[in-house]
């Protein structure tokens, strides 16, 4: 089964807006096998809104909408899906008894604008809606699906969940989808690819892509079975060779981010943390606070940005600074030692660089960042090259002071 | 002159990606007043993509599409776009020229795969590619224009901006649009939207659209004239009246975001900062040192999440936390002077709270904050309550405390 979708209204060519209720039925449809060869927004104008139905219609198994069902004006979803598909709408008089209910509860009266949320195209079938004003409805035209849903995410995504998916479902023959994302912290994208291509270019099934960030690399496999076991076999089967190619370097495959994962293990130890941050500036300490319950673990952290507060707040020897410079080895390892005596924490990581534009010395380049840690679970220091902006070295420098912390918990190398 | 946007490419279907080229073209389009009416993403697939194109120049003045124009069996674009016009390819023996030349230059010998970029749909004019190996092309179809642009933003961008936005600008008779961000720190979108709508209401042009987000409210201004002068005098005639409505709550119309702001005042009148931060954990740290040369200004940040760090780094008297607790006025305010103290800073902000989701006591719920400001600027303290989840409370909480600062600093009320 092929699908499309048309999500209808004129705010959403707006280029500040962004369209999510396509993501997300393509995303679900997936799961069951059907694959959404096109996705349109369109303005709430009634020839193209109607144009695009009827485009669709001529090439698709399924058509899903959302939007365009209020009250106003504007709201030309009925009107034009009815001209689309060549048939009349007619007003439901049990929607109108819900709608004039619903006002009610509210003690309002309703306006007579609102009736036309009552108009149904002839032969669909209404799907109630419990969240909102603007039921949906469907139609089945010979084989080819119709459906016309609201555009509130917050009432499309039940309607869609709980009364077009298992329509859908059916009509798809029992095929699932299943996926699944590794998560890498160390390795950029394209050494990833490298160690794991020759692997999963032989898996028709699953299928593998895979996505980078700044500091992290994603896999992203996704198995088509006839049952949701079969789809699990298939990943786990592919899941497992990867995670043989690359020993330790996946920190995730359950959807956690780095943070939540290193609050866990320091948790599980019972371990508490300090930080010294230069070039990051804070934003190690941020990502970590924003795992709820971070206090457990995490008692203080230090922003030093000058050389004077490293001397100050962490008793780095200002003779160490002025022999290798800030941005050293040995300077990282000072602060992070300094950290952790400080706070009296048992351990502590510290992150010294050169973020840019500017601050570039001879022989240290803008992305040069030294990563130390201290203390309970043993001393390591890492020398790093970042690529990019300053915005994407501290966060590479940060994801980097993360898995430091990770690697060192779970006895792997410094990497 | 109406548009529509063809975006090419299998992957922009995947959930997880997100299609930019259309936002791009679209804001740029706006600019000299062509609307898009659609914007579609189409798998690679022949028949779809055939009919994509012939449904776009069945309605829009002018076809846009991004991507496919690569060498590989997926790049489908060249191909489909003739037969949807109906038209033949040729093969340019100037682009090839151009290919080979450009592969000899990086040491490498051209695949014959390669020569289809050079596949030219007759009567098309070519659009030079300087960044990439697929050259661009366009057509006019008797009075309707298509054009077939690369898919990494990179290549297109240019090629849109300088060789086919002048064509359009000449078609489009000379309308230009011109846009204006209004940027307010300190008020929600709906207080927002109370005192302004009843002025920007009044006016057809400049449009006015307000979008909120987690301690930001933006006004895009957006107006329509036959010159840029023209459209500006409009923008300003409104966001004047805007002004006198919202005295001191608009703090950038420049496209600046809050720490960049802030930054630039502290750094016009000399004064270093000191931050000390409970709830938000590092993150307001983290904002303004996300702005390039922030070392000017802050030398130093403290973290203190657990009681013992306030009174440790800050000096804050145990007494104090014991008797109004941690969060309260009493102790955001010594929190601010200890650092600024500590520091030896011109002034100091300090941020108490709780984030949640657990942490909530009798009086003292989720999203409550306490801002203090000390030292150069004055000194102040701000109660405020903020609403949604812990990232947006620490969102709006960081962005509150750069806000404090700024109000400061210019003279205004705590707000």
């Not at 303005?43 to 219609?57: G, I, K, N, Q, Y």
């Not at 048939?87 to 929607?95: A, K, T, V």
């Not at 420098?397 to 190398?413: N, P, V, W």
Request: one cysteine or more; a negative charge; charged letters at 25%.
């Amino acid at each position: 089964m092929k699908a499309a979708i048309v999500a209808v209204g004129s705010e959403l060519l707006d280029p500040l807006r962004r369209e999510t209720n396509g993501a997300y039925v393509t995303g679900r449809l997936r799961e069951i096998g059907v694959d959404v060869l096109a996705r349109t927004c369109v303005a709430d104008d009634a020839a193209w809104l109607e144009a695009a139905f009827r485009d669709a219609l001529a090439r698709a198994d399924v058509v899903i909408s959302t939007g365009g069902l209020g009250p106003t004006e504007d709201d030309l979803t009925r009107d034009c899906a009815a001209r689309a598909v060549g048939r009349s709408l007619r007003r439901d008089e049990g929607i109108l008894e819900w709608l004039r209910a619903r006002f009610a509860r509210f003690n309002r009266v309703m306006a007579p604008v609102n009736e036309k949320q009552a108009d149904v195209i002839e032969g669909a079938t209404v799907l109630p809606n419990a969240r909102g004003t603007a039921p949906g409805q469907w139609l089945d035209l010979e084989g080819r699906l119709l459906f016309l849903l609201p555009g509130p995410p917050g009432e499309m995504q039940p309607m869609f969940d709980d009364q077009v998916l298992p329509v859908l479902r059916e009509r798809a023959g029992g095929t699932v989808l299943r996926s699944r994302v590794l998560k890498i912290a160390s390795m950029g994208e394209s050494d990833v690819e490298q160690v794991v291509a020759p692997l999963y270019k032989t898996f028709a099934n699953p299928r593998t892509t895979i996505l980078g960030g700044a500091g992290q690399t994603e896999l992203h496999l996704t198995a088509e079975g006839s049952s949701v076991e079969e789809a699990e076999a298939l990943l786990e089967e592919l899941a497992a060779g990867i995670r043989a190619l690359l020993p330790g370097r996946i920190y995730s495959e359950d959807g956690r981010e780095l943070p939540e994962v290193v609050a866990a293990l320091l948790r599980e130890r019972g371990l508490s943390l300090a930080l010294a941050e230069s070039c990051t500036g804070g934003l190690l300490a941020s990502r970590l606070t924003s795992v709820p319950g971070a206090s457990e673990f995490l008692d203080r952290g230090y922003v030093t940005y000058s050389n004077q507060a490293k001397v100050d707040l962490l008793g780095v020897d200002p003779k160490l600074i002025e022999a290798h410079g800030a941005v050293s080895e040995e300077v990282a390892r000072a602060m992070a030692e300094g950290a952790r005596r400080a706070a009296g924490a048992d351990l502590a990581v510290a992150v010294t660089g050169i973020a840019g534009p500017g601050g570039e010395t001879p022989g240290k380049p803008v992305g040069l960042v030294f990563l130390a840690l201290a203390g309970a679970l043993g001393d390591r220091v890492r020398r790093a090259q970042f690529p990019g902006d300053r915005e994407r070295v501290r966060r590479q420098a940060a994801q980097a002071g993360l898995e430091m912390i990770r690697r060192a918990a779970l006895g792997l190398s410094a990497g």
